[in-house]
């Protein structure tokens, strides 16, 4: 009696075909797959840090962050210590600081940091660009630089530390915190001279783009979603 089957150069041509599917799809959702992770921290980071802000309001009994000690024109290792590093500590799980005056920003922070486009960021791979910065417990690094001149609140935001991919607009964003609380793109403000805030402007680079501005408000946009 014959019995139906499949030859040998079949399931070798099948096996063929199905590794090429998955060489071709896998890397897309591993992909997908990170942005997602990467966005779900964002919104975890933007809230933590906005509820602490909130936090500082109540107990100082404003509703101006200005009015409280976050606001400091003085650029000392001490009034930043007195400033955005009491904020830090006190409202945040601070596992380390580091600041540019002890010259270990890169105990917190990556050694380099890329625009979307591969190319070396040269704002974000010059340490002295995060002034002060904490790591947190769940692996997050926060720089903050306070209130100057009635400007917002300076936040360089790394989701994942020294992990890849050190990319602006992927894991790191430059982000500011308002009078009230709220985070917003940095750029963002009315008195701004820049408009690199737009999400168009998500991942250019030049003259009037060197800080890697727009992708938080693309992602915003966009549902939460990194699309880029």
């Known amino acids: 009696m014959k019995k139906d089957g499949f030859t040998l150069a079949e399931v070798l041509i099948t096996l063929g075909i199905i590794g ?21 921290q964002l919104q975890k ?28 024109e003085v650029l000392s290792k001490e009034a930043f210590e007195n400033s955005v590093g009491k904020f830090l500590k ?20 990556a050694e380099t940091y890329k625009s979307l486009d591969g190319q070396i960021n040269t704002m974000f791979s010059d340490p002295s660009t995060f002034e002060y910065c904490a790591i947190i417990n769940n692996g997050t690094v926060i720089c903050l630089a306070p209130f100057r001149n009635w400007n917002p609140a300076r936040i360089i935001l790394d989701l994942n530390g020294k992990s890849g991919p050190n990319v602006v ?53 966009n549902g939460w979603k990194m699309d880029y």
Do not use: M
């Not at 980071?45 to 606001?71: C, H, M, P, R, W």
């Open 20 to 40: 090429v599917v998955a060489a071709i799809t896998i890397p897309t959702l591993v992909a997908n797959y990170q942005k997602k992770v990467l966005v779900t």
């Open 45 to 72: 980071s933007v809230a933590l840090i906005s509820n602490g802000a909130k936090l500082l309001l109540a107990n100082e009994q404003t509703d101006n962050l200005n009015n409280t000690y976050l606001f400091n």
């Open 90 to 109: 006190t409202y945040f799980n601070v596992i380390k600081t580091c600041n540019t005056w002890d010259n270990n920003e890169q105990e917190c922070i």
């Open 169 to 221: 607009g992927r894991d790191l964003f430059n982000l500011d915190l308002n009078y009230n609380g709220s985070i917003a793109e940095s750029f963002s403000n009315e008195n701004s001279a820049y408009e690199t805030h737009k999400p168009e402007n998500c991942g250019l680079q030049g003259e009037y783009y060197p800080y890697g501005v727009g992708c938080y408000n693309r992602i915003i946009q």
